[in-house]
């Protein structure tokens, strides 16, 4: 079965400091990987996708995420993080040999970023 | 610009009686979806469709009903809410494209409260 886990529920980071929000992946084949960010009382938006290549994929507002295929994971990083950050945030999956176009969203992660 | 509107944003109703919530995408997508949004699940796959007729069971179908008459809409009815039907409902849509790997858009949410 296809799943992600987001293991962190909360993450707090100070204004300017690095941030990252961690991503692990279980698929049966190659994996398609997504974030997504969620502003209160909004639907989520497409930050960045990861489908093949370069295991650095760099995304909206200054994102980026790290694709290690060893370890299963997919963070989510950004250099210096700003209060405006603060939101929730979704990987998903999709499984290339899944039929169709369904994605398995994590559980989520709540971002504060403290001024 | 394209875009996907869900309404009503809000709707509070009672335990028994049948509620219709609209999807509507001006993206000329094939695939839809929704989804249910609840604290510690992230996003669950109610129903999903890939193109005119075609809708297909998610997750969490039980008591849901989609229907897919057009292109541009995916109506989601409860047929008798219950309470454990409280939830945000998110439908998302995505381009079928020259592969299977297109992000999905998302409209910006219905809160149904079933008292």
């Known amino acids: 079965a296809q799943s992600v886990a987001q293991p962190e529920d909360q993450v707090n980071v100070a204004e300017g400091n690095p941030l990252t929000v961690k991503c692990t992946y279980s698929?049966?084949?190659?994996?398609?990987l997504f974030w997504y960010v969620q502003y209160p009382n909004r639907g989520l938006q497409f930050l960045l996708k990861y489908i093949t290549g370069d295991n650095l994929v760099k995304g909206s507002y200054g994102f980026e995420a790290e694709f290690n295929k060893s370890q299963t994971s997919f963070h989510l990083k950004k250099p210096s993080a700003l209060v405006s950050d603060s939101a929730l945030y979704f990987c998903a999956v999709r499984d290339i040999w899944a039929t169709g176009n369904q994605f398995y969203f994590g559980t989520g992660t709540s971002l504060t970023v403290i001024p | 610009d394209a875009e996907i509107t869900q309404s009503p944003r809000h709707k509070i109703t009672e335990t028994g009686r049948q509620v219709t919530l609209a999807c509507h995408q001006t993206w000329n997508h094939n695939n839809m979806f929704w989804y249910r949004q609840d604290l510690g699940h992230g996003l669950r796959l109610i129903h999903y469709s890939y193109g005119v007729q075609d809708t297909n069971k998610g997750e969490v179908s039980d008591g849901y009903s989609v229907s897919r008459s057009n292109t541009e809409d995916l109506p989601l009815t409860l047929e008798s809410a219950a309470s454990s039907q409280t939830s945000v409902y998110f439908c998302?849509?995505?381009?079928?494209?020259?592969?299977?790997?297109?992000?999905?858009?998302f409209g910006p949410g219905t809160r149904l409260t079933v008292l």
């Open positions: 998302a849509s995505s381009d079928t494209g020259t592969g299977t790997y297109n992000e999905q858009f």
């Open positions: 698929v049966s084949g190659n994996p398609y």
